[in-house]
Structure formats: C-alpha cells, structure tokens
C-alpha cells in the first residue's frame, strides 16, 4: 500500500524567510510519481510539480524548489522569501505511473500561514 | 480553457435529499475519479472509472453512487445525504496514470443542511 507522511501540520512564518514543507512516502513499487499540490482557500487544487522515481535531480522554479532524496523517501519542497500569497495549504501525493488503478494518494497536508 | 469543469460550484442540499454532482473533461482521457475532502482533511478517493469500468474504494459508503454515460461526463450522485457528508467534491481525470499527469476541476462545495 502506498502512504504519504506529512508530519507538519501547521507552519507559521514572517513574510521573506524561507520555508520547507517535508514529505515521506512509502511504496513498494519501484517507478512512481511525486507531486506537490498547492490549494488556496477558494478549493481548487493547483499543481505544482510532477516528479519520477528514477529522476533525483532537484528542480527550481522561481521561488520554488525541490529536494528528492529516495535513500531517505523524502520529497521536500522549500519556498524562498515567501510571501503573503504563499498561504495556501500543500499536499504532497505518490502515484503509480500508469495502469487502470492508478490514482493518487495525498498526504494530510500543511498549513503554510505567511504574515507580513 | 477550462478542461475539466465541475458544476455546480456550490450546493446546497437537504439531509436525506437526493443530490448529484456533475463532472465533464474536453480532454478525452480514460480515468475519471472522485474525491471527498473534508475541512481540514486530504482529498480521499471515493471511486473511478478506468473507461467503463467502475472501480470503488473499500470503505466509499453505499450511500455514494457514480455514473459516467460517455468519455466526457462522469456524475456523482447522494442517495440520501447526511450532515457528514458536507464537503469540497473534486474530479479529476488522467489519460492513465502518474506518468500523463492528472487534471483536477475546481470542485464543488457541498453543504448539507
């Protein structure tokens, strides 16, 4: 069975410091996806990053980068000089990469608060 | 450009008022899910459909029916809903998995009263 851990559940931080939200995952698969979903308080979820098991190098996207480590199962995502906007809850999800049960398990998701 | 559009945005219903949920996608892929995600909770998948094959979670309540008559429209119907059953309904679609990538509608917030 597939699991993913987001042990924080609350972040609380300053407008410009940076900030990293950890996940944990658990599969017995050996090729598999990793997202980040970013979810506003209107609902709707926003993607952010797609990822593949055997693709380790970390990725940056403007304030937003990525840290895979598959020794430690860990897919963290840090924003830099957050902001106000960044308040959103994050989920982190594990996919199997294709076959007619594929489907996406979420972990529970972090609270990011960004005061100015 | 939406691509996979949910409708409606908001309801609300009567306890034990039959309601259904509506889900269409203009991108033609084959699996359609539905999740639950109540406040302050993650999305937890009821049910998908991989083309016509109907796969339901072990623990989705009798209660939760789903309906997809084509490729585009897949529909979430109540039978009879509870206060509990209050909550952000979201869709989403893949043409097969991880690999495509999936896409989510902005979902329906439904409130039982």
């Known amino acids: 069975a597939q699991k993913v851990t987001q042990a924080q559940t609350e972040i609380s931080v300053v407008e410009k410091e940076d900030v990293t939200l950890d996940c944990v995952y658990e599969?017995?698969?050996?090729?598999?996806?990793l997202f980040w979903y970013k979810q506003p308080p209107s609902g709707e979820l926003v993607f952010l990053i797609r990822?593949?098991?055997?693709?380790?190098q970390n990725e940056i996207s403007g304030r937003y980068s990525w840290n895979f480590q598959k020794s430690t199962s860990s897919f963290n995502f840090t924003i830099t000089a957050s902001q106000v906007v960044d308040s959103a809850v994050y989920f982190c999800?594990?996919?199997?990469?294709?076959?007619?049960?594929?489907?996406?398990?979420f972990g529970k998701g972090i609270t990011l608060s960004v005061r100015p | 450009d939406a691509m996979v559009i949910q409708n409606p945005r908001y309801q609300v219903t009567q306890f034990g008022k039959p309601v259904t949920l509506s889900c269409s996608q203009t991108l033609n892929h084959n699996v359609m899910y539905w999740y639950q995600q109540k406040s302050s909770q993650a999305p937890k998948l009821l049910f998908h459909?991989?083309?016509?094959?109907?796969?339901n979670e072990a623990d989705t309540p009798d209660n939760f029916q789903s309906r997809r008559p084509n490729t585009s429209f897949c529909f979430l119907d109540i039978r009879s809903p509870g206060l509990g059953d209050t909550a952000m309904y979201l869709c989403?679609?893949?043409?097969?998995?991880?690999?495509?990538?999936?896409?989510f509608g902005s979902g329906t917030r439904l409130t039982v009263v």
């Open positions: 599969t017995r698969d050996t090729t598999y996806y």
């Open positions: 990822r593949n098991s055997f693709d380790e």
């Open positions: 999800a594990l996919s199997e990469p294709t076959g007619a049960n594929s489907k996406l398990t």
């Open positions: 459909y991989y083309d016509k094959d109907f796969n």
């Open positions: 989403a679609t893949t043409l097969g998995g991880g690999y495509y990538g999936y896409t």
